[in-house]
């Protein structure tokens, strides 16, 4: 299978700020079919270097694939704002997770994020919440 475009929903967890954390993933084709999942545990992380740890095993994950043009959609606003520059990476512990993606993104073709609400993310929520608790 050598899927051109791929659609990621991703999603990170973390019990405590930062606590014991884990990532989830969901990748599927142009027409919608998973054609892969991620979810494992990443160690001790803040929320948000779960969220973009989550980003960046799809986008490996996807190029893994054969992908040329990725669609994230994430439910984290703050990782979405920096990776579409409408907000400054701030943070020192970010500032290389956010560079990984940016190298990551330069191997496609095209890509996109996009924020969604929670209710639209359920199967990556689950499949990180479920790597916290096996």
């Known amino acids: ?43 001790q992380a803040t929320n948000n270097q779960a969220e973009y740890a989550a980003i960046i095993a799809a986008l490996e994950e996807a190029s893994r694939l054969g992908a040329e043009e990725v669609e994230v959609r994430a439910d984290s606003e703050l990782v979405v704002k920096q990776l579409n520059g409408r907000y400054r990476v701030k943070k020192a512990t970010l500032r290389p997770l956010y560079q ?26 689950r499949l990180a919440n479920k790597a916290l608790i096996d």
């Open 1 to 43: 299978m050598n899927p051109k475009r791929l659609v990621i929903f991703t999603d990170g967890a973390s019990q405590g700020n930062p606590g014991q954390s884990a990532i989830g993933a969901v990748i599927q084709d142009g027409q919608g079919r998973v054609i892969s999942r991620i979810s494992r545990r990443i160690g």
């Open 100 to 125: 990984k993606v940016v190298r990551l993104i330069g191997s496609l073709e095209a890509f996109t994020i996009t924020h969604i609400p929670r209710t639209q993310n359920r199967e990556a929520d």
